[in-house]
């Protein structure tokens, strides 16, 4: 039987040694973060009602004060809620984004709010770009690496552009999801993005290094 306390170890570990910004995890592997991230410079980024979003916004604000209450969060990734996104519902998505940046700005933490691209039209990531800057959130991102319901395409250039040219540097743009060669990472780094995420199995890879190094 896989001992799961040691595959959140295992995976830590690797973004340790990769020197990745940091370590995207689980609310309740944060003492397990805290503990292996100490003396690095491999920082905590704790996401909030993910994968879906679609929890009240008052749920939302209570999970991230719980998060960052504790401290050691250098960063929280925040769903937004897709369902109002794509009912247009675009002062509701801009309430939920503030509040929970509100209370993380409070901590000194920076919110990453993450938007499931695959399920909206271009007009509708450019919107949701704009209202998430307005709203205070420091990245915008693509992608949860969970949706199901169709192609999963995640950080394409096509989106990463979209979201670049409605952020126009007011927050920063992360892509995640489906960046697995090492041409994509590049193509994107050649388009000026300022942070990418990717899977233990994809870091290696895009990074051109050996795991075992």
């Not at 309740?28 to 994968?51: N, Q």
């Amino acid at each position: 039987m896989v001992n799961k306390g040691e595959e959140i170890r295992k995976y830590i570990q690797e973004g340790i040694d990769f020197g990745c910004k940091t370590v995207c995890i689980n609310p309740s592997s944060l003492d397990i973060a805290r503990e292996m991230t100490r003396g690095t410079e491999t920082k905590i980024c704790v996401v909030c009602d993910f994968p879906f979003g679609t929890s009240t916004t008052k749920s939302k604000v209570m999970q991230a004060e719980e998060i960052c209450k504790s401290g050691d969060v250098y960063e929280l990734d925040v769903v937004a809620n897709y369902g109002w996104i794509r009912s247009g519902k675009w002062d509701k998505v801009e309430e939920d984004i503030r509040a929970v940046c509100d209370v993380c700005h409070k901590y000194g933490v920076a919110v990453k709010v993450i938007l499931e691209t695959d399920v909206l039209s271009l007009e509708e990531v450019a919107k949701a770009t704009d209202v998430a800057c307005n709203a205070g959130s420091d990245f915008v991102k693509t992608s949860t690496g969970f949706y199901t319901g169709g192609e999963s395409k995640g950080a394409t250039v096509e989106v990463i552009k979209v979201m670049m040219e409605a952020a126009k540097g007011r927050c920063k743009i992360k892509g995640s999801g489906c960046i697995r060669t090492r041409e994509h990472f590049l193509e994107l780094i050649d388009l000026g993005i300022d942070r990418m995420g990717m899977g233990y199995r994809s870091t290696p890879v895009v990074l051109n290094i050996e795991k075992n190094k």
